[in-house]
């Protein structure tokens, strides 16, 4: 069973272009969560996604960001219009069903907007 | 809101000593707990959680954690450090008053000294 799949690993964009960021869960994961890592930070909430439906998005920028889970392929995150402050790691975890599990994350992308 | 705090920002211990690294949590009902690790570049790992039943929790790498219902407390153990422990060690509850989202603390940067 492969583990929870994020590309590309390292991401290099300009500012002022857009960013997509792809995560495949583990096989039989319905939930995806993507977090976002400042260097010697924690990880931020950012969304939590099931299938064609956003859960929770209380962490999400208000502009330029948006994510999605559709039924078909990888969860994406997308920030439109980089810029500086958006250079940080991004991971995306999943689960399964369940309250009591565990969250599988993947090696994360590494945006930098140069 | 359900939260989880890590005292520490860095632990410094000698190889072969015990380690301990504290998280205490702020949930209304019953916790989820969870402790991760993260070497550099890398996604996080679980180590181990606690849903309910024993106090004493069992994990990966030989790490074990002690859950304290009236000290809302959640710290990590090893009764041996080794100085391949070296890493972030992150605790995080489940947002069981909300929307189960994973919330993690701030982290906490574990130095075994040879």
């Known amino acids: 069973n492969a583990g929870v799949m994020q590309n590309p690993r390292h991401l290099v964009r300009r500012r002022g272009q857009e960013a997509r960021l792809r995560c495949s869960p583990m096989?039989?994961?319905?939930?995806v969560y993507w977090y976002r890592q400042l260097p010697e930070e924690g990880l931020k909430f950012m969304v939590y996604?099931?299938?064609?439906?956003?859960?929770?998005e209380s962490g999400m920028p208000k502009e330029r960001f948006s994510a999605e889970f559709p039924k078909e392929g990888p969860s994406i995150l997308r920030i439109q219009q980089v810029v500086r402050g958006d250079s940080a790691a991004y991971f995306c975890a999943s689960s399964p069903p369940g309250f009591s599990t565990e969250a599988f994350f993947g090696q994360g992308t590494r945006l930098t907007v140069v | 809101a359900q939260s989880v705090a890590q005292p520490e920002d860095q632990v410094n211990v000698a190889e072969g000593n015990p380690l301990t690294v504290k998280c205490t949590y702020s949930?209304?009902?019953?916790?989820?707990l969870f402790w991760y690790v993260q070497y550099p570049n890398r996604g996080l790992q679980f180590l181990l959680k606690y849903i309910t039943g024993d106090n004493l929790v069992k994990g990966s790498y030989g790490f074990e954690a002690e859950f304290n219902k009236s000290q809302t407390s959640f710290h990590l153990k090893k009764p041996s450090a080794l100085v391949s422990d070296s890493a972030l060690y992150f605790c995080a509850v489940r947002d069981a008053s909300g929307t189960y989202k994973y919330i993690f603390g701030t982290g906490t940067r574990l130095k075994v000294l040879a």
């Open positions: 096989k039989g994961h319905s939930h």
């Open positions: 949930v209304s009902g019953n916790p989820y």
């Open positions: 996604l099931q299938k064609e439906n956003i859960i929770d």
